[in-house]
């Protein structure tokens, strides 16, 4: 069963809503029970910096960035290359990373990161993330105004 383009960018929004909102469960929804993330730095493209391998593991990520007061990710531009029983993708993003310090300044770590996918149907035809390279290719501080209490 061939996928469409939106079905697959609807599961880097699901990543990217999931991250920002601290939702373990809805961030695994995107994967495969046993697929990998593999983080790149900036300064080496070819060696993993770090990896994820399988649900449980996945599903640590997003607390592990509430060290931040909160983060924002933007998605860009994404192409895909779809096939009947594999696709390949990348999705730009910005990746924000806010931390508001104990005087009241705010910084922003800004990510700009390209996601690399591999894509597969499960059992029952549902395409997840099989595998997900994240490549950063350069990061940013920045000045931030603090969130004002709502």
């Known amino acids: 069963m061939t996928v469409s383009t939106q079905h697959l960018r609807h599961l880097a929004e699901t990543y990217a809503a999931a991250v920002d909102r601290g ?8 994967f495969h029970p046993d697929a990998a993330l593999y ?18 593991q996945l599903a640590k990520i997003p607390g592990m960035l509430r060290r931040y007061t909160r983060t924002f990710h933007m998605l860009g531009q994404s192409t895909y ?12 993003c910005l990746a924000h990373h806010l931390t508001v310090r104990d005087d009241g ?18 059992a029952e035809g549902e395409w997840k993330i099989r595998q997900r390279r994240v490549v950063v290719d350069w990061t940013e501080q920045r000045q931030a105004d603090p969130p004002v209490a709502r």
């Open 105 to 122: 300044t705010a910084n922003d770590h800004v990510m700009l990161i390209r996601y690399q996918d591999d894509y597969e149907p499960n």
């Open 81 to 92: 290359d779809i096939g009947p029983d594999r696709a390949t993708g990348e999705v730009y």
């Open 23 to 30: 939702d373990a469960e809805r961030f695994i929804s995107a």
């Open 39 to 56: 983080t790149y730095s900036s300064a080496d493209h070819e060696t993993p910096q770090g990896s994820r391998i399988g649900h449980e």
